[in-house]
């Protein structure tokens, strides 16, 4: 190769990165816009028109990259649930090194990520699948991926800890589950003093 044609492919690659980073920052601005439309009016009140306004772009330049709804509420999903997998990811390095971190961990799932943007559009993501077989399809496969990975993170705690992986599995769904049920249930009601009560009892029953 000429070095005239090295640096038209040098030129050309650098065309293509920038093409790259500006597509995955849209798509990035767009699934925040998303996230945070879906937790404050729900799946059912979202649109492609209304994310579109509310991320700032046109209609046309979202559906370049998101042609339906559920293929929008799928790349939601998969981005939502990345960052779950980087908080978990996060917490288990730090219960490897200090197993007496477990209860302020849990204190902080519930503020940092059961009360978030997230989960609450996460939550309604889940609960529109139920009735809806076309999304069910499209996010089953990631909570699929999603559940592998989060087995590979409490593989990986295992050595940190006298538990076995089926008590560490059993305890992350019961939490995750008392968790969802504090959100639906008694967030609504305001009971914060409530909410904090179980999570402590929680706590002291996962310690045993």
Known sequence: MSASDAGQAMQAD???SRRREKSDAMRRRVCEA???HLAEF???RTSIGKIASRARVSQGALQHHYGTKEELIAAVAQHVLQRSLKWFSLARIELARNPDAFAEIVRRSWREQFCSEDY???LEILTASRADEALRGRITPLLAEWRRMIDAELAELLPATDRDATDL???LSISRAMMTGLLV???LLKDDSRIEL??????ELARR
């Not at 179980?198 to 706590?203: G, L, T």
């Open 120 to 122: 609450g559009a996460l």
């Open 185 to 187: 249930h008694d967030q």
């Open 169 to 171: 599995d059993a305890i």
């Open 198 to 203: 179980v999570i402590e009892k929680w706590i």
């Open 42 to 44: 729900g799946y059912y």
């Open 14 to 16: 650098a065309v293509y």
């Open 34 to 36: 998303a996230t945070s």
